[in-house]
């Protein structure tokens, strides 16, 4: 059995592209792995966030993640800053990072770009992050694309620790969905789908209702040819569109091309909000029911027990390793 680690922030509410890029197979893993999700509220505030915004966030992702079926009977549903072992590892694992292998991360370099002031935490989560993962002596981590290059520096981290002290991290694999990773906005079919968007038709939220859903698959970009083909480099919004369309249905792409020879647009789009709408229904109706509940936090409170008790041996380890604290005789 593998263990499984993944981490989402809570900086607004998810998006389709999340749910079918990330969540939806975190499902299907939790039955042969032994998995950990985190809802790394530690990593949001490296940009200020409104504190009670950020709490509902917070939540409102913990009942997501259980709205969608992860089971916390088969995995551990917990929140980052509930288990201090990850801020405690992430000093440690920032002191076996170098300066200009930080500077050279994208993200950093994307969201600091043009700004005066910068928080320090910018350039140094991505030591936070693998103290995330190293904690649980994670083997596999589902991230999509953007992520690819954190996950690098995770290992490289990984690796220098156990060369330079004790061999006691596990490397950890980084695992990319082939269908689905990349989501596109509905807008900007050559960008990424993301909850960030100033233009709230650029995505569908996992809590948008029927009719919101519907006006935004009306506005998606396509293109004048009013076929719907997938060819992702000439005709990316149809191509986004079939994605989302053939993973929300369970239909092949190839399929849905044959159904809709002939066809214009409309009727297509019409049946690709349909789609979308029959897949988050049973979402919606799970999230009303947990979001005040004492079962979310009874479910929160069980998972940040089984988290703190494995993340503490392993932090143990790692101070041990660099020689923190008192030798007991």
């Known amino acids: 059995m593998k263990t499984i680690f993944s981490g ?9 592209g999340n749910y079918l890029g990330a969540m939806k197979h975190f499902v299907e893993l939790q039955d042969d792995n032994n998995c950990y999700f985190c809802i790394v509220d530690q990593h949001a505030i490296t940009v200020p966030q409104d504190r009670i915004m950020l709490q509902k966030n917070i939540r409102s992702l913990a009942a997501l993640y259980l709205a969608v079926g992860i089971d916390p009977r088969k995995s551990t549903l917990f929140i980052q800053s509930e288990v ?3 801020a405690q590892l992430g000093w440690i694992m920032q002191c076996v990072s170098y300066i200009g292998e930080l500077e050279r991360m994208t993200q950093f370099k994307d969201k600091s770009e043009g700004k005066h002031a910068v928080s320090s935490a910018l350039l140094t989560y991505p030591p936070l992050m693998a103290a995330d993962i190293l904690l649980y002596q994670t083997d596999i ?6 992520q690819k290059q954190h996950l ?14 004790n061999d006691i991290f596990t490397i950890p694999e980084v695992k990319i969905p082939k269908v ?3 989501i596109m906005s509905l807008t900007e079919p050559e960008k990424k789908m993301s909850k960030s968007s100033p233009n709230p038709k650029s995505y569908i939220s996992m809590l948008d209702d029927e009719k919101q859903i519907i006006k935004k698959m009306k506005s998606a970009v396509t293109d004048s040819e009013n076929e719907v083909r997938y060819d992702k480099k000439n005709k990316p919004g149809v191509s986004n569109l079939l994605t989302i369309y053939s993973l929300c249905s369970g239909e092949k792409v190839e399929a849905l091309e044959a159904k809709y020879a002939g066809k214009g647009y409309g009727e297509f789009k019409a049946d690709v909000a349909e789609a979308v709408v029959t897949a988050l229904k049973p979402i919606h109706e799970r999230y009303q029911e947990l979001i005040d509940s004492t079962e979310l936090d009874n479910i929160l409170d069980d998972g940040a027990a089984k988290a703190n008790h494995a993340a503490m041996k392993m932090l143990k380890k790692a101070e041990k390793a660099v ?3 008192r030798k007991r005789k």
């Open 8 to 16: 989402i922030q809570p900086s607004g509410t998810l998006t389709l």
């Open 84 to 86: 201090p072992a990850h």
């Open 141 to 146: 981590v589902p991230v999509g694309e953007d």
């Open 152 to 165: 690098e520096l995770t290992r490289d981290l990984a690796e220098r620790f156990n060369k330079k002290y």
């Open 180 to 182: 689905g990773a990349r």
């Open 323 to 325: 020689g923190l604290g």
